[in-house]
């Protein structure tokens, strides 16, 4: 199984802290906005974008089982 | 069927129960909180939702798959607890059993008890009062704010959005001085001003006037404002009062030890969130109490693990307990963000930027890095909170 990750982007307020969870998915570019690497990750790192998710304080991140 | 009851239905709640069933616990989960509500988000309201209107279904969090069947049992206060007899007592008088208990209860408000009526004074914790507050946030309102904390200058700036007349009466000498200190304080003073909101500094308030609803507030130095609204925003008390009478160290908040396990409990307890000191091993030597919007989640895994491992008669993780507190604040065009601790420091440091537009100080004590605060900076903050992680 995979993970689909999506970010509304409407909610996002670029604060970054996914960016400490899952270094390879989320990334702040130089200008401090918000960068989804990719938008689809293998199990092996649920427990990343998991903590991604929990940790955003808009709760923008959404995680679906593809 | 083994049980664990968690107290409070809030983040921290939520999180202990995702991280039992994380851990492998798949015994009987029953989260009583005294709200009405699932688990939802505190932050927005202060700011979006007191804006913009609070819709509790964008508010809740989304919860994890592993805790559908959890029992929530909402609307329902826990007022007494005998870790001996490992007992609950709710409201309605009637007993719970638990074989393992999970405090969730965070904090609340204080209330000085100043005198004068009661009618048009508002304290902002849960959604009830913010929902109540925003009906009073009228343009033209003038509302008076006691403190100014986060949440005060929070308010001050969403209130000002929604064209209501501010003041702020602090005994403070600039807004949110604990956390940011003088220099970036008065940074953020300078945007309130701006937006139009008045600051009393080295003020309080000693009486509200207004027979059966309040319209003004007489400060300490005889003078006078008048008020349609008022919001008491200073400082917080832990929910631990149904703990009272177990013997267990509720001095300021619930003592716990780093693996979030409640200290001298007879019973398997921990203890999440705003209402858990502990220590945090990034910065050793005190246990505290840290009301962030980051440690519910931290707290609330650690502690489920914890939970989790003694209830199969196994030994707690003992590696030290170091999440990082972060905070972040939005008023006006303006987003705060903090790694760390910077209430600690002795020497605040610019270290780029203007207090009064984008920048970011260092905060030290005794030489070492213990916090960094960033004004529309958050990218610049990144290299500060690694070099807090690695100590
Ligand atoms: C208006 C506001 C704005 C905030 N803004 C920010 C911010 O911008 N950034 C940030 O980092 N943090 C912010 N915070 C702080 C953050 O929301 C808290 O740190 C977080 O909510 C703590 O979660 P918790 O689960 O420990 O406690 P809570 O969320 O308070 O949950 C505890 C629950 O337990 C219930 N309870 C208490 N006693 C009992 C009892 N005896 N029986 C049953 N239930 C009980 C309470 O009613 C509550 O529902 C803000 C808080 C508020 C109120
Ligand atoms: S944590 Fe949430 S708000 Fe912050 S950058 Fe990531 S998605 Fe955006």
């Known amino acids: ?66 | 069927m083994t049980t664990v009851v968690i107290v409070g239905a809030g983040l921290g709640g939520l999180r202990a129960a995702e991280s039992l069933r994380a851990n492998g616990f798949v015994g009987e989960i029953t989260v009583i909180g005294d709200e009405p509500h699932m688990p939802y988000n505190r932050p927005p309201l202060s700011k979006e939702a007191l804006k913009s209107g609070l819709d509790m279904s964008t508010l809740e969090f989304r919860r994890k798959a592993s805790v559908a069947d959890v029992t929530w049992q909402l609307g329902s206060a826990v007022v007494a607890c005998d870790l001996s007899a490992r007992t609950i007592t709710l409201a309605d008088g009637s007993i719970v059993g638990f074989d393992a208990l999970v405090a969730a209860s965070g904090i609340r408000p204080r209330d000085f008890n100043i005198p004068g009526p009661r009618n048009g004074r508002h304290f902002l914790r849960a959604a009830a009062d913010a929902h109540a507050l925003r009906e009073q946030l009228v343009p033209g309102a003038r509302i008076v704010i006691l403190g100014s904390g986060f949440i005060g200058c929070e308010v001050a700036a969403t209130a000002r959005q929604l064209g209501c007349e501010v003041d702020i009466v602090t005994l403070d000498p600039v807004p949110m001085y604990r956390p940011l200190g003088t220099i970036l304080g008065a940074g953020m003073q300078a945007h309130h001003e701006e937006h139009g909101v008045r600051f009393h500094f080295g003020r309080s308030i000693t009486e509200f006037t207004g027979h059966d609803r309040v319209t003004g507030a007489v400060l300490d130095d005889d003078s006078s404002l008048e008020a349609d609204v008022v919001l008491e925003a200073v400082g917080s008390v832990p929910n631990t009062q149904w703990l009272a009478g177990n013997n267990i160290d509720l001095s300021d908040g619930i003592l716990t030890d780093s693996s979030l396990r409640v200290v001298g409990s007879p019973a398997p307890f921990v203890a999440v969130g705003d209402v858990a000191r502990y220590e945090n091993a990034l910065f050793p030597g005190v246990a505290r109490r840290i009301e962030h919007w980051n440690l519910p989640t931290d707290t609330g895994k650690r502690a489920g693990a914890t939970l989790a491992t003694l209830l199969t008669g196994g030994q707690p993780d003992q590696t030290p307990f170091a999440p990082m507190p972060s905070f972040w604040s939005d008023q006006y065009h303006c987003k705060v963000q903090s790694f760390g601790l910077p209430g600690i420091a002795d020497e605040i440091v610019i270290v780029g930027g203007e207090p009064s537009g984008e920048c970011v100080a260092e905060y030290r004590r005794d030489g070492a890095l213990v916090g960094v605060i960033g004004i529309n900076s958050t990218s610049a903050l990144v290299p500060y909170r690694t070099a807090l992680m690695a100590g």
Do not use: W
């Open chain 1, 1 to 66: 199984m995979s993970i689909k990750i999506d970010v509304d982007m409407t909610k996002c307020q670029h604060y970054g802290q996914c960016c400490f969870e899952a270094p390879t998915v989320f990334e702040l570019d130089a200008d401090g906005k918000l960068n989804v690497l990719t938008h689809e990750v293998d199990e092996d790192m649920r427990e990343a974008v998991e903590a991604a998710a929990d940790v955003c304080p808009m709760q923008a991140i959404t995680l679906t089982d593809i």
